[in-house]
């Protein structure tokens, strides 16, 4: 398969495509080198390709997913003691094998990535280890959130990944046991955060905006460690 920009604006754009590492290459290197391209996130796996959001986003996606980088901020800057770094839309690569650039990712733990002037701009997961948490927002992406990117989250051994439905408000979270990912209502990793609480936060946001929904949000988080901590 040789891939070209005219192909991906018609046949690759949003849809697998058979492919190798060599067309995913060849794929990433001339979008980073079009300047007319602002914005793009390539995917990787099980020899298929995935080109998503050339160059724009649509609104609610992109709300929903400050929405998350917010509550999920608020969340991690009340918990200073956790080492922590939240990245959005970067590429990262298994040399030869997968490659993923979620919409949302987030780090815990001692070993952050960390941009080295001079090194590569994209997360070499041969070298680096895998985000704790990634979050992918789906607006016309459900079906492959849910099918192939939730197969290469799992063999990239990502612990924990959630799919946001932004059209039904609906929110999964997988927690990887075995190398497989099981449904789950409360996250393992985020401490307070659930599926229903999550969704209801996204319905907030749809009468409201994200900035109101994230404060009705963190007022609900404060009951719930007001209510933890009168138990304990």
């Not at 919409?103 to 090194?119: F, S, T, W």
Request: glycine share 4%; charged share 25%.
């Amino acid at each position: 398969m040789t891939v070209s920009l005219e192909k991906l604006q018609t046949e690759l754009y949003c849809r697998w495509q058979p492919a190798i590492w060599q067309d995913y290459e060849r794929m990433r290197d001339a979008l980073s080198n079009d300047a007319t391209i602002q914005k793009v996130q390539l995917f990787f796996y099980d020899h298929q390709l995935l080109v998503e959001n050339m160059g724009w986003e649509g609104l609610l996606h992109s709300e929903v997913r400050e929405l998350l980088s917010l509550i999920l901020g608020l969340w991690l800057m009340q918990h200073p003691e956790i080492k922590s770094k939240i990245l959005g839309s970067c590429l990262m690569e298994k040399l030869g094998k997968q490659a993923a650039a979620p919409d949302i990712a987030i780090y815990i733990g001692e070993d952050l990535p960390k941009y080295r002037k001079g090194e590569s701009r994209r997360i070499n997961l041969d070298h680096e280890q895998v985000p704790n948490l990634v979050i992918e927002v789906a607006d016309t992406t459900l079906d492959s959130d849910l099918d192939q990117k939730k197969h290469l989250y799992a063999e990239l051994g990502v612990p924990e990944y959630w799919v946001i439905d932004t059209q039904s408000n609906q929110v999964f979270i997988f927690i990887l046991q075995d190398q497989r990912y099981f449904k789950a209502e409360n996250s393992q990793l985020i401490v307070g955060f659930t599926a229903s609480l999550l969704s209801q936060t996204i319905e907030q946001m749809k009468a409201g905006s994200n900035i109101s929904a994230a404060l009705w949000f963190s007022e609900r988080l404060a009951l719930f460690s007001s209510s933890k901590s009168v138990v304990n």
